[in-house]
Each structure stands twice: as C-alpha cells, then as structure tokens.
C-alpha cells in the first residue's frame, strides 16, 4: 500500500518516494520505448495473410491476459471463450486493453495501407458525376455495376 504525501507516494514495498510528476514520466518513457521496441512485429505483423493476424491478434489476447490479470494459461483462454457479457468486469477491462495495446503496438493503423473512405452521396451528385464521364466510361461503368 502506499502512502500519498503533497503530491508524492511512499512506496510500501521499497520506502521509495514517486512524485506524480516522475510517475507521469515514466510511463511516458515506457510507451516511448515499447514501441519503439515493437516495430519489428508491426513490419511482420503487415506481411501476414488475414488469418495469420487473427492468430497474431489471439495470442497477444491470451498473453496479456496471462500478464495483466496474473492469471495461467488455461484461465485466460477459458476468459477469451467467453461472451463479452458473462466476463467480468475486470475480465473485460482487461481484454479491451489487450486489444487497444494490440492496435497500437502491432497493427498500428497510421501505418496500414488506407482503404476507401466510405461517403454518403445524394443521387443528384453520383447523376452529375455520371454525365462527366465520356460515352464510353458510362458504357463501361455500366456493365460494371449490373
């Protein structure tokens, strides 16, 4: 247990005194260096088909579980077969960290190739941008969506 003093904590464990500012820090310090640390797996990670990532994405689940929680290796794939509702409220905190930790470290979506963004268009915009087309696109945009 530790003890607060003006912004300052005595750590029970090692009588050590952590300012909030230090504490702050080093957390900062930490998700600096463990991506820094993971940008070798990302690189990996883009090269997997889709169903090597879901395995990627399993066993990051089930690792950090494991680590998170402190439970074993059979605990945390019975928490992963469970439906979101029937964990527990801790259970399921944890799993959505595991994730978030996983696209932020892994898949990293700044970096994955970008996909069409989806827009809402009024049909009087796609029949302007129809008849901007020359004969032989419409023709062919045709045949395309038939």
């Known amino acids: 247990m530790a003890t607060i003093v003006k912004g300052t904590y005595l750590n ?26 993971s940008i070798i797996w990302h690189k ?16 990051w689940q089930h690792q950090y579980l494991m680590g998170n929680l402190g439970v074993s290796s059979k605990e945390a794939d019975r928490i992963l077969s469970l439906p979101r509702d029937k964990r527990t409220s801790e259970q399921q905190k944890a799993y959505k960290r595991a994730n978030s930790k996983f696209s932020y470290h892994i898949v990293r979506p700044e970096d994955m190739p ?33």
Do not use: C
């Not at 050590?16 to 957390?27: L, N, V």
């Open 44 to 59: 990996q990670y883009l090269t997997e088909s889709p169903e090597a990532r879901k395995e990627w994405l399993h066993e």
């Open 114 to 146: 970008k996909a069409f963004k989806q827009t809402k268009v009024s049909l009087d915009k796609v029949i302007e941008l129809f008849e901007q087309l020359s004969k032989a696109e419409q023709a062919k945009f045709m045949r395309i969506v038939k």
């Open 12 to 37: 029970a464990k090692t009588n050590e005194a952590i300012t909030y500012d230090q504490f702050a820090f080093g957390i900062g310090q930490q998700d600096r260096l463990t991506l820094d640390e």
